[in-house]
Nanobody
């Protein structure tokens, strides 16, 4: 499985962005998918995850109610809709693929390259 994230950019606080993560590989639809982020000088942290069929989602407390994860298995793509963005959301965002929609990084076997999200105050 190869993952390609896109959609990052510069936005003002309160604005919105939608990240996309396109996957290649025969078993894309069998995997849970997750989004993580890493700010300068900080560890990579969990943001959101979704089960293989979209039936289960999981969010970090810091983004719950503002971000929405979804997937389109027909197009092998996962999305992260980010609303009401805050300067503390500034980070490189990574998509990942794993066995279950959980917060533990070790669960995710495949990782894409990051996409930068910058939120100005």
């Amino acid at each position: 499985v190869q993952l390609q994230a896109s959609g990052g950019g510069l936005v003002q606080a309160g604005g919105s962005l939608r990240l996309s993560c396109a996957a290649s590989g025969r078993f894309f639809s069998s995997y849970a998918r997750g989004w993580f982020r890493q700010a300068p000088g900080k560890e990579r942290e969990f943001v959101a995850a979704i089960s293989w069929n979209g039936g289960t989602t999981n969010y970090a407390d810091s983004v719950n109610g503002r971000f929405t994860i979804s997937r389109d298995n027909a197009n092998n793509t996962v999305y992260l809709q980010m609303n009401s963005l805050k300067p503390e959301d500034t980070a490189v965002y990574y998509c990942a693929s794993g066995a279950a929609p959980v917060q533990r990084r070790i669960n995710y076997k495949y990782w894409g390259q990051g996409t930068q999200v910058t939120v100005s105050s």
